[in-house]
């Protein structure tokens, strides 16, 4: 799990508060904790309902994608939460003790060839609900950001 | 049949199935979040082995859908097609519309307003006639 440096229009520690670091078993119930605790947060700072839609949706796509394809349902591996609340934006962090992907490689579910694939859409579900996605070199830690299209400084 | 998610302020996921006119009618309601989502894959897959000529779904009541229950929809889809049989959608919320038309989903099924526009146009065999219903898209 990387501490790389995260560009600052994902994460700026200057501006934003600082990060809360939550582990949890990798296994989908225990992912929810993480989830409840970051979407009550957002619902307090005044977020549009479909903007905590698109966050909740990102989130739970990217810990299904930590629980089974990074660590495998490995039950004795880990998943690292970060993230910070504001009023202006939204930050998430989701790292697994996979060997990491290449998401430049992962087929888009759209295209005519992959629309009948049962699986694949995670990756662009977060792609599209959030404004900000990359990912640690490793490729085991997604780095998202939303912003709040209410806040007004 | 119905199921509570484990420690969270969802609305629980239920998943309901009837016969109507011959066909199979699955009402989905609360949230089908990742803890839960592949119950949706085995009651539509399973419904599918029995051979039901078309399947209803009834996203009416649902409101959240992840990728593993969008994948649920698609498997049965593909399994459908098998005996050139029919998987219809029923008037999703508008987030769930925005997921399906970001997917490109909306492609891929018939999605009518009412159930009874569904079973209208679903029949047996015979390839659907989907209607235009477009909930506002949101985003």
Redesign the interface.
Known sequence: MSDERTSPDIYDPATDPPLTDLVVCSD??A???P??VII?QIEQFGYS??AV??I??AL??A??NAVRHGNRHDASKRIRVRYAVSPRRVIIFVADEGAGFCPEEVPD??APEN?????G??I??IN??MTRVSYNAAGNEVRMMKANERWAP | MGTL?????DRPLSIQVERMEGVALVTLGGAC???VSRQIWHSLVGLVTEQVPAVIVDMTDLD?V???G???L??A??KMRHHHGTVALVSPQP?IMN?LE????T??FPIFPTVRAALENVRPNEPPQPTAQRPRA??
Do not use: C, W
């Open positions: 989908l119930v992912a929810k904790q989830e409840e009550s309902e479909d839609f698109g909740k949706l739970e796509e810990m299904t579910p759209t629309i009948e694939r049962p699986n859409r995670g662009m579900l599209a609900y | 998610n484990p420690a969270t302020s979040t990742m803890e959240f992840d990728s593993v969008l994948g649920g698609v498997a889809h593909l987030p997921v970001i997917t490109r989903l492609q891929l949101s985003g």
